[in-house]
């Protein structure tokens, strides 16, 4: 039946992820650089001079095809076609759980509870509908990829998408060495077409990167070791797990000088925990791209590395790392041939295991409509454009409130 079948739960996901912030589909907006950067150089350039611009130290493909989509259609509606292009890339991570035909996603208890990892595990309204972020979405769908077997109808589909998530910002390509791991366990051309195109992306990306370290250097800051172990603590395991305790506790638990080993300590325990139940090839492909993408993000990061340490801030680097939290949990419960029986005798891990899972779920449905009005509110895009066409001198507000810009008033 319809209301039991995967549609349904696929038209329950898009109306969550819609109402969300139900005021982007009164005022659809530009987040930040998405008006600012990629829709103004849109905007005033060509085609392909837009198309290839390198932007914010990295190079990031589908910002830029956004912004020049957006820029054919008048100003007005612009943001409209960003955030529904945005959108779409938020529908594939749902799309690949409930109709990949995979072989972990074989029922749809186990789709239902990959869906609620997709939707809780935002932490932020940061990364929602926009096109600027959607590269962490895009890499939520390569590591989809990387963990499960798909139909071999699929490969095109896949590889398209590798493409484009490696050519989308970098954090695609800290994955790359992950798929090299599956390979050599596998021996499946599946597993090394990825690696290789994820293994081309990143050599461009970092070519990229290093001919524009000036625009990068903001993010090359050193960090020591017990500031590293606490950040991941806060901002991924915690922040999964138990967000008031970080917001309760903030004070004690910021203090990294005096309980970064301690919080390092119970990181390792968590991610041993997390991975007990799985094989040598699973450990190091789930607790490795935790590792990978949680160790290359911090590092990567814009501005101070003490400043990760607040709640509000940055969020949208933990998301990916927190989504493989998520996922290993649900890989390692349905790998103690798990049944919806408390009263099972089991290994008192495997209970740690579901109450972890079940807390993760549970934390990010209360915070989930619960998003800061910071991104919930902004200047109204067609009071903006009204302004502008009066006086093409005044500059095109976005959402953020600091962020604005003006463009050419003839465009290309």
């Known amino acids: ?26 005022s659809p907006r530009f987040w930040a650089e998405e008006g600012t950067i990629y829709y103004k150089y849109a905007y005033d350039n060509s085609f392909i001079d837009a198309l290839f611009k390198v932007h914010l130290g990295y190079y990031s493909l589908f910002s830029n095809l956004s912004g020049i989509i957006a820029s054919w259609f008048p100003m007005l509606y612009a943001p409209v ?23 972990f996603w074989n029922s749809l208890p186990k789709q239902v509870l ?20 959607s590269q962490f979405v895009l890499a939520l769908v390569v590591f989809l990829f990387l963990i499960d077997e798909y139909p071999k109808k699929l490969n095109l589909f896949k590889y398209g998408m590798l493409i484009l998530a ?60 017990s500031l590293f172990s606490s950040i991941v603590w806060i901002k991924s395991i915690l922040t999964y797990l138990f967000k008031p305790v970080t917001i309760v506790f903030r004070e004690v638990l910021m203090d990294y000088k005096s309980y970064g080993l301690l919080w390092g300590t119970l990181v390792i325990l968590f991610l041993i925990l ?23 993000s911090i590092i990567g990061a814009l501005g101070d590395k003490e400043n990760l340490l607040n709640i509000g801030i940055n969020t949208r680097y933990f998301y990916l790392p927190n989504a493989i939290l998520a996922f290993s949990l649900l890989y390692s419960i349905y790998q103690t041939d798990f049944k919806f029986n408390l009263f099972l005798k089991r290994p008192i891990a495997e209970y740690f295991l ?23 509110t902004g200047p109204e895009w067609e009071e903006e454009v009204q302004d502008w066409e009066e006086n093409h001198k005044d500059n095109l507000k976005v959402w953020p409130k600091q962020f604005e810009f003006n463009v050419e008033e003839t465009g290309k």
Do not use: H
């Not at 209301?3 to 109306?15: I, P, S, T």
């Not at 819609?18 to 005021?23: K, W």
């Not at 594939?92 to 035909?101: C, D, E, R």
């Open 81 to 103: 076609v960003t955030s529904f292009l945005a959108l779409l890339i938020q529908l594939i991570p749902a799309l690949l759980i409930l109709f990949g035909k995979s072989t």
């Open 1 to 26: 039946m319809l209301l039991k079948g995967r549609y349904f739960y696929l038209f329950v996901y898009l109306v969550m992820v819609l109402f969300r912030v139900p005021n982007l589909l009164i």
């Open 354 to 376: 579901i109450l972890f899972f079940s807390l993760g779920m549970i934390n990010g449905g209360i915070y989930y409509f619960k998003v800061s009005e910071f991104y919930q």
């Open 166 to 225: 490696g050519f989308t910002g970098i954090i695609s390509c800290f994955l790359t060495g992950l798929y090299f791991i599956r390979w050599i366990f596998n021996r499946q051309k599946e597993f090394l077409i990825p690696f290789v195109i994820l293994a081309i992306t990143s050599a461009i990306q970092m070519a990229i990167i290093y001919f524009n370290l000036e625009e990068s250097s903001e993010r090359l800051n050193t960090i020591s070791l």
């Open 274 to 296: 997390v991975s007990y139940k799985m094989d040598l090839q699973r450990k190091l492909i789930f607790v490795g791209s935790f590792l990978s993408v949680i160790v290359l």
């Open 114 to 133: 990959g869906l609620l990892v997709v939707l809780f595990i935002n932490p932020s309204g940061e990364i929602w509908l926009n096109s600027i972020n």
